[in-house]
């Protein structure tokens, strides 16, 4: 059996050399006409001129030569002359072919890869004729099919994405130089891993949006009512069914965005401060009016001496009668106005103003942070759904590769060690796939306290993957619009504010008070004859403290000091501002060029596993060039994906850096398109 292996494996390269020698025996052979019949190690075909040793060597499918990565000459011209210079046959493969082994591919056709789609009407033919030439190094080597032509091949290598060229314009074009069927190269199916039923978003890579920039004073989307967490917040669940993930609501960044405004604990809690400074400011504001004060007392009263007189008299004469006691009754009223204050009453009023804008900016400063933060956790809930889509296809292509190791194998042209070798890198991708399938649900629930959801409901991702907008500002514009729009800036000017109110407050404690008081009295003693009885008093009341020990000065030092602090935390949030427009503006720039660089890096990667696999099904090539395609298509496609991501991350951040008033400047100018 070993010698029949041995001969059966150098019968290809042997029949070759026979029809060199003999052109006369080399005739056109239909391969659809070839019946082939199966043995324990090899398959033998019924014609005695004609062997194959794998099934997998005749293509199932056509050949997709609509990729748009090889020049024409490489179609035009076959790289190595006919051997002895004598001509070969031409070779005509029916894609209906009866095979032995073809119904394996059918059986596991929605589990591996398909790299081009079969036509139910038209049978797809691939023609392989070469013609003899006094040239012995030129060969015509044509591909055609009822759909496919030869001229889309050319116009591929005239694709922008071959010449230097960089910026939105390659971006723009860059859908027109991919071919039509190359979405389909990598398998998508979902593998039956969990019990939840994942749709993966669809990825568009280069169609270029508009700036993606939600306003929270916008017109909100209409967001689920189910999304909406529980009115009471000190509810809390008791059950476990309270807690168990009922369903998984598919969202869009702008609905993400207005679940956060609507219902952000942290921003609520800004806007509660806001509203509790507003009634500070009231509370010092009533300063400016005066005050009126009313009091009354009714009191029954009996004098110590008249009882010790009266128990004198019982004791000389018992039937004295005892002592008597009054009741009387007294009502005062005061009223009482600041006229003068030496700028106290001022001073508190503008201090509780400037604490009302600092909360102001502080609201808009954690809403533009909140957009920030959702957005970054929106990008990475997209990345985490995509991470699981390019590990189920890298499962895809390992379980194709091990299925064609195993038919190797069991040819008796391939090897133990080509088995092992798919199986661990099967094993390898099933590990990644369940990390990215752990990755993805706490990519949910990381964004789920930012939207404050309630407990059962879980949320993803349903916006496609697709750049967000193109930035077209220049980058010192972009510096100028964040130095005037950042409330982070504002809000150290308005604490500087404070502390100058505060050093006025302190030094107007040395300074003189002047007041208007003005008092009413009434008198009544209930067991006399008298009525009840008035009087008033008006007058001017004037203060002055000599000496507090330097506590009021010791106080204006501090609001000194607070003053010094605002105004250089003002340069330090300045310096944080430019670096963070530069690094947002520099990163989306980089990640711009990576796209279009990913893009034709993945077209590439995708024909280089075609390859691989083919060469390593037709014997010539090996399984760790299969191994290694794999691995670089699986690497190009989170390339591409991380490239995506990270543009739209960096074009957050270089919005949150302009902030929402920046942007609408922007839109208004047509600096953001």
Known sequence: MKKQQLFYSFLPSVTAAVLTTQPAWAN??????????????????????????DYNLLPKNKVNTNLGLLPPSYLSQASNPPFGGRTLPPIIADSRLGMAGENTYQKDESRFVTFSELSNSNPRKVIVSSSQSNNLGDTQQEFSSSDT????????????????????????????CLPPTSGNLIAQTTIPTTSEKTTAPTTENVNSAPSQGVDFSSKPPNTPNNLNPSPNPLLYPTQADEVKIQGTQAISLAEALELAKRNNNELQGSILELER??????????????????SADIINSRDVGATLSAKQRQEVNPSAPDATSSTAFTGNARIKYDLYTSGRRKYTIKEAEERIRFQELDVE?????????VARAYYNLQQADENVRISQSAVENAQASLKDANALERAGVGTRFDVLRSQVNLANAQQKLTQAL????????????????PQSVSIRAGDPVKLAGLWQHPLEQSIILAYQNRPELQ????????GEAQKKQALSALGPEVSLVGQYNLFDRFNDILNVVDGYSVGVQATLRLYDGGAAKARAAQAQKRIAIAETGFSEEKNKIRLQVEQA????????????????????????????RLRFQAGVGTQTDVINAENDLTQSEANRLKAIIDYNRALTELQRAVTMRGLNQLQTSGGVK
């Not at 509370?283 to 004060?293: F, G, S």
């Not at 809000?491 to 404070?498: E, G, P, S, T, Y």
């Open 277 to 294: 400074t507003k009634a500070a400011l009231r509370e010092a504001q009533a300063a400016l009016l005066p005050t009126v004060d009313l």
């Open 491 to 498: 809000q150290q000017l308005a604490q500087r504010n404070i």
């Open 438 to 453: 752990s990755d993805k649900q706490i990519a949910r629930r990381n964004l789920a306290p930012l939207l404050n959801l």
């Open 365 to 373: 400063t954690k809403s533009e942070q909140l957009r920030l933060d």
């Open 585 to 612: 503006y520099y990163t989306q720039s980089a990640n711009l060029e990576n796209v279009q660089t990913s893009n034709v890096a993945l077209e590439q990667a995708k024909e280089s596993l075609r390859l691989a």
């Open 28 to 53: 056109e052979i239909k391969i659809a006409d070839v019946k082939l019949k199966s043995v324990p190690s090899e398959l033998i075909s019924t014609n005695p001129g004609n062997s194959f040793t």
């Open 149 to 176: 032509k030869v001229s889309k091949l050319i116009e591929a290598s005239q694709c922008p994405q071959q010449q230097a060229k960089t910026g939105a314009a390659l971006l723009v074009n860059a859908n027109n």
